[in-house]
T-cell receptor, first 112, second 115 residues
Framework: SQQGEEDPQALSIQEGENATMNCSYKTSINNLQWYRQNSGRGLVHLILIRSNEREKHSGRLRVTLDTSKKSSSLLITASRAADTASYFCATENAGNNRKLIWGLGTSLAVNP | GAGVSQTPSNKVTEKGKYVELRCDPI?????LYWYRQSLGQGPEFLIY????????DSGLPNDRFFAVRPEGSVSTLKIQRTERGDSAVYLCASSPRLAGANEQFFGPGTRLTVL
């Protein structure tokens, strides 16, 4: 079953612009993770934010988490054509179970 | 270092046949996960192992699906009496057993097509 819902479903921007994707989920979580998927490299982990964290940075990526609203956002700054991919959020629900529940993804196209 | 590998990369079979999909996790990773992904969808959880035992198999759609990990390393996902609806990309991931953080490392997937 899918838990996360990303929006927008598709996003098209120009190189150099920022891209923001949002994710909402339904249950209490241990952590929320963002992954990127493209045909060349498969699914790649980008960043993990724990339930007691509110913001995290990694290079050009910035992730926020609002547990009261059960939502997260991923910001990619100064986008590049190589950022073109599908982006998924995945949640590890509260408890000891380590499986991830995934959203449907946002398809990002960065135009040169 | 070697990442997660999956074989075969593509499998075409006929309805009703039996298939086995193999996953080699990253050496030393104790947790292993199977997901499947249909076009335009996110991955869907099937089963995960901690060591040799299935810690959670609640995502297996029915009893035609079975997975094993007899020595706590390589895992095989087995599908009996395949149906056209089983067509998808089957993804395997592994992660080290770490308290809290659970980044998963994915293989390239096996694309299964049931004709």
């Amino acid at each position: 079953s899918q838990q996360g819902e990303e929006d927008p479903q598709a996003l098209s921007i120009q190189e150099g612009e920022n891209a923001t994707m949002n994710c909402s989920y339904k249950t209490s979580i241990n952590n929320l993770q963002w992954y990127r998927q493209n045909s060349g490299r498969g699914l790649v982990h980008l960043i993990l934010i724990r339930s007691n964290e509110r913001e995290k940075h990694s290079g050009r990526l910035r992730v926020t988490l609002d547990t009261s609203k059960k939502s997260s956002s991923l910001l990619i700054t100064a986008s590049r054509a190589a950022d073109t991919a599908s982006y998924f959020c995945a949640t590890e629900n509260a408890g000891n179970n380590r499986k991830l529940i995934w959203g449907l993804g946002t398809s990002l196209a960065v135009n040169p | 270092g070697a990442g997660v590998s999956q074989t075969p990369s593509n499998k075409v079979t006929e309805k009703g046949k039996y298939v086995e999909l193999r996953c080699d996790p990253i050496s030393g990773h104790t947790a292993l996960y199977w997901y499947r992904q249909s076009l335009g969808q996110g991955p869907e959880f099937l089963i995960y192992f901690q060591g040799t035992g299935a810690a959670d198999d609640s995502g297996l759609p029915n009893d035609r699906f079975f997975a094993v990990r007899p020595e706590g390393s390589v895992s095989t996902l087995k599908i009996q009496r395949t149906e056209r609806g089983d067509s998808a990309v089957y993804l395997c991931a592994s992660s080290p057993r770490l308290a809290g953080a659970n980044e998963q490392f994915f293989g390239p997937g096996t694309r299964l097509t049931v004709l």
